[in-house]
């Protein structure tokens, strides 16, 4: 069973920034592609960023392209999603999910707010 911790949520203005940790149960298989989602109220779950665990090759929604980064710490079993210049429109509840694919989760965490107002 995997388990998936999320981190760094807050609430922030406009413009700035925030880092979301994501830690996974045990060293990710090569095959893993650990993903980050969201969902805004009233709106459904959608994809933000993936990280392919073997190759570290990255992919990244249009809507966060230049804006977000995802990285990882290898040694720590760690994805971290870099949130820059954030918008109302990037707040929604922040998910880190598991799976073979990107965009495609089996495992999920908890997830962690991120508010973005005046």
């Known amino acids: 069973q995997v388990h998936l911790v999320e981190s760094g949520g807050g609430s922030v203005q406009p413009g700035a920034s925030l880092r979301l940790t994501c830690t996974h149960s045990g060293r990710p298989l090569s095959s893993s592609v650990i993903n980050w989602f969201r969902q805004a109220p009233g709106k459904e779950r959608e994809f933000v960023a993936a990280?392919?665990?073997?190759?570290?090759?990255?992919y990244y929604a249009d809507s966060v392209k230049g804006r977000f980064t995802m990285s990882r710490d290898s040694a720590k079993y760690t994805v971290y999603l870099e949130m820059n210049n954030l918008s109302p429109d990037d707040t929604a509840v922040y998910y880190c999910g598991s799976g073979t694919d990107i965009g495609e989760a089996n495992f999920w965490g908890q997830g962690t707010q991120v508010n973005v107002s005046p």
């Open positions: 990280l392919r665990w073997g190759r570290g090759s990255t």
